[in-house]
Nanobody, 126 residues
């Protein structure tokens, strides 16, 4: 069982930066892949990026490639999403999610994750 809590969302101007955090409970955080997803108003939840329990990063969504960076600290049981050069189209609620390493299947699908945080709002003004 893993509980996730996101933080770090805010209102920021275009071109600015934010770092989101995803704090996980439990002592087995290092056995979980962590994914970041986002959902803009009126749109479906979309994959942003994931990081495996090994620290290997999956591919980034094209829309964030070169601007966002995922990382994790297994000592602090926390995953991070560094977001630079933010654009108004990055405005969304950002969610982190976790799935145990024993599960197979695509890490880019929201349905593949069994644990979700409550989300944190990121708003980018133009």
């Amino acid at each position: 069982q893993v509980q996730l809590v996101e933080s770090g969302g805010a209102l920021v101007q275009a071109g600015g930066s934010l770092r989101l955090s995803c704090a996980a409970s439990g002592r087995t955080f290092n056995s979980y892949t962590v994914g970041w997803f986002r959902q803009a108003p009126g749109k479906e939840r979309e994959f942003v990026v994931a990081i495996m329990w090994t620290g290997v990063v999956t591919t980034y969504a094209d829309s964030v490639k070169g601007r966002f960076t995922i990382s994790r600290d297994n000592i602090r049981n926390t995953a991070y999403l560094q977001m630079d050069s933010l654009k108004p189209e990055d405005t969304a609620v950002y969610y982190c999610a976790a799935r145990h390493r024993s599960l197979i299947g695509s890490t880019t699908s929201a349905g593949a994750y069994g644990y979700w945080g409550q989300g944190t709002q990121v708003t980018v003004s133009s």
